[in-house]
Nanobody
Framework: QVQLVESGGGLVQAGGSLRLSCAASGRAFSRYPMAWFRQGPGKERESVAAINWSDSTNYADSVKGRFTISRDNAKNTVYLQMNSLKPEDTAVYYC???????????????????WGQGTQVTVSS
């Protein structure tokens, strides 16, 4: 059973930084794509960033240049470094992974089968 546990959320002022972590367990980690999604208050879930087995990455336009996704296969963990945070980044952030080994860093939610419970990020103005 694949499990994903997010951590690192919190309250930060606009312009600040946070690093989210997602620890995965239950299967081999390195061969599968990982992604971050978010859902703001009153909004639909949207993609943020994705990374695949070869460390290829993909970002939503709204976070390009501010957020960085990375993975540490030795720790079975994926990270999301968030800099220059804005109030519109306020959301619950979810980690996700796919059953498709060696897939690309896709930003669509459909390929992702396993989801964490989310961590709240609040950016004050």
């Amino acid at each position: 059973q694949v499990q994903l546990v997010e951590s690192g959320g919190g309250l930060v002022q606009a312009g600040g930084s946070l690093r989210l972590s997602c620890a995965a367990s239950g299967r081999a980690f390195s061969r599968y794509p990982m992604a971050w999604f978010r859902q703001g208050p009153g909004k639909e879930r949207e993609s943020v960033a994705a990374i695949n087995w070869s460390d290829s990455t993909n970002y939503a336009d709204s976070v390009k240049g501010r957020f960085t996704i990375s993975r540490d296969n030795a720790k079975n963990t994926v990270y999301l470094q968030m800099n220059s945070l804005k109030p519109e980044d306020t959301a619950v952030y979810y980690c996700a992974t796919s059953s498709a080994a060696y897939a690309g860093p896709l930003l669509q939610s459909r390929p992702y089968d396993y989801w964490g419970q989310g961590t709240q990020v609040t950016v004050s103005s």
